[in-house]
C-alpha cells in the first residue's frame, strides 16, 4: 500500500499522488495541492473571493453547493475566510427578518433582485 505524501491546502487532510506513477498520471492536476475537487473547487473560490472577483454572495453559493461538513478540520486561513461569510450572511438574514416584520406586506422577491 502507498503512504500518504500529501497533505490538502483546503482541509488539510493527507492524502497520496503521486504524479510520475502510472496509476495517478492521468489524474487532474489540482491534486498536486488537495485531496478532492470539492476542496480544489472551495479553495479556488476563496482565493477568487479574496481578489474580489466573487461577490461575498456568489461565495456563499459556492460554499452551499460544497461540502463543508468538516469545516473545523480545515486549514486556518480558509477555514476562517469561510467562517467570517457565513457570520456575514447571518447578519445579513437577521436584518431582513427584522425588515420583514415590519413591513410584511411588501417583502421583495429575492429572485428579482440584484440583477444585472
Ligand atoms: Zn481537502
Given amino acids: 500500500m502507498s503512504k500518504n505524501n500529501r497533505k490538502c491546502y ?3 487532510k ?3 499522488y503521486c504524479p510520475n506513477c502510472t496509476n495517478d498520471y492521468n ?3 489540482w491534486m498536486f495541492m ?3 475537487e470539492n476542496c480544489f473547487k472551495i479553495f479556488n473560490a476563496l482565493q477568487l473571493h479574496y481578489q474580489k472577483s466573487l461577490t461575498d454572495e456568489e461565495m456563499l453559493t ?3 453547493n460544497s461540502d463543508i461538513s468538516e469545516l473545523e478540520t480545515f486549514t486556518e486561513i480558509p477555514k476562517r475566510q469561510i467562517k467570517d461569510l457565513l457570520s456575514k450572511r447571518k447578519n445579513q438574514v437577521t436584518e431582513i427578518n427584522e425588515t420583514d416584520t415590519q413591513k410584511v406586506k411588501t417583502v421583495p422577491k429575492k429572485s428579482t433582485r440584484n440583477k444585472k
Fill in 62 to 64: 459556492i460554499i452551499d
Fill in 10 to 12: 483546503l482541509c488539510g
Fill in 27 to 29: 489524474k487532474p492536476t
Fill in 14 to 16: 493527507t492524502y497520496y
Fill in 34 to 36: 488537495f485531496e478532492s
